[in-house]
């Protein structure tokens, strides 16, 4: 039986308020929620959407429902920062194919406890999708070490934690979307539940394009371990290569920035996305006080039905100040013993977890280089095909940690990584990104960053080696955070 009713004759509040477009305050005119145009058309697609529910179809079981309309270009970031809710969800991926500003949350999955079950987890994420809401995904990520017991500046994000935003601005191939999430529970009283929506539909902030203001006054930076306990660290991994119990290892630092004041997450990785656009953009804020953000070159992988992708990402240089320069340095980075030798590590690593998930595998004959706006790296792309029944806990599971961001073989190396690092990773270095019915993409969440209040915890790592310098490490881990050094104009 379909629902139907008298939903026309609802009072709906939203659609029947008579005020001027634009409220008081020049350069900051806010439109008037109830009279936006997009506001209008959602409110009404969202009362056809609920007045066609066919109850009987639900089975008694909870089903996510999506409406989705076509709206103008409008600029992700800024709309997000201009949102009240604290519950944020930003992603972009390097081609800009999709790029998603979500706000609150339609439904969320987070634990504290680790992963046991990786094929479960993303069972109960997929759980609520099927093939009639195909656009939907679940965003989040994973700690690092899913069962390591996080600080207290990681606890607020768990082993893990994916979240369908409950409303969201979305591009795709160029076209914009403006997108209403809800988890329809069939037991509960439909008029209800319409209400809920259309109340989260008032609280949207609709603003001209946000200024970002400048960073808050930097106060003093802290780096764990300190370029002593750095080099300490490279002669006890270089005692390791000695013992043959391991072959690489990526060590990496903590950098603690305090300001004067409290940040704000988005305007930060607003501009650090602005000096470079060839990355994975992302932020994840459970709260008002803590978000973690990052801009990653580094695909984990990617899911289209059963076809995977991947990418060996190793070995850094800068880029250089004119054409021939940035030649001459390609050059000497194709040319390295040592970066060849890390992203061999990283190409047959990768191999190998294909290897058990895919019945297929094709890699490209030569290494080529993935430049970036201020760094190049050696790149490989791998694609393969899956064997029947893998789903992404198992994919999850074969690729991560990657040498590129653990070391080989990979439990030895993460074993003394917990021994020799004084800090807790959290989610630095961890799977991020989106699932959805029939594909998933997740980036290595490195060149990232903590926002807690007025602190930034800056997180990079470096590839050691036989042959690794600690002084040429240490500025390679510089040269990797200074996309946010710049943002705030420090000068070390």
Known sequence: MKYGGNIEKMHVKSLRQENNFWTEGGDNMELTIKHHPIHQTMCEQLEKTFASLDLASFNNKRRLIRVEIPVDNIQPLPWLMNQKSPHKTYWCDRKKRVEMAGVGRADYVQGNKGISDPSGLFRRLTEHLDATVTTARYYGGIRFRSKKKPDENWRRFGSYYFVIP??????????????????????????EQLNECLASLDEVVWKKPTVFSQMPVLLNRIDFPNKQGWWKNIKAATQLFQGNKIEKIVLARRSEFRFVSSLNALALLFHIQKNDARAF????????????????PERLYRREHRHI????????????????????????????????????????????????ICTWIETPDNVSVLKLAKLQ????????????????????????PTPAVGGLPKHSAIDQIDQLES?????????????????????????????VANKLFLYSGAGIVPGSSPEKEWEEIENKIAGFLKVFGYRG
């Open 166 to 191: 409950r409303l969201e601005i979305l591009s795709r191939e160029n076209k914009w979307f403006f997108a209403l999430n809800h988890l329809f529970n069939p037991s509960r009283d439909v008029y």
């Open 281 to 296: 953009y992302f932020c994840f804020q459970p709260d008002e006080d803590h978000a973690f953000i990052g801009g990653t």
């Open 309 to 356: 992708f991947s990418e060996a990402v190793a070995g850094t240089r800068p880029r250089g100040n004119s054409r021939g320069q940035d030649a001459v340095i390609e050059k000497e980075l194709l040319d390295s013993e040592k970066d060849s030798r890390e992203h061999r590590y990283v190409v047959d690593s990768i191999r190998s977890s294909f290897d058990k």
């Open 377 to 400: 790296h050696l790149y490989m792309r791998l694609r393969g095909f899956l064997k029947k029944n893998v789903d992404d806990g198992e994919i999850l599971s074969a690729l991560h």
């Open 423 to 451: 800090f807790d990773r959290g989610w630095y270095a961890g799977p991020v990104g989106w699932v959805n019915h029939n594909a998933a993409e997740f980036a290595v969440a490195i060149r990232s960053g903590l926002v």
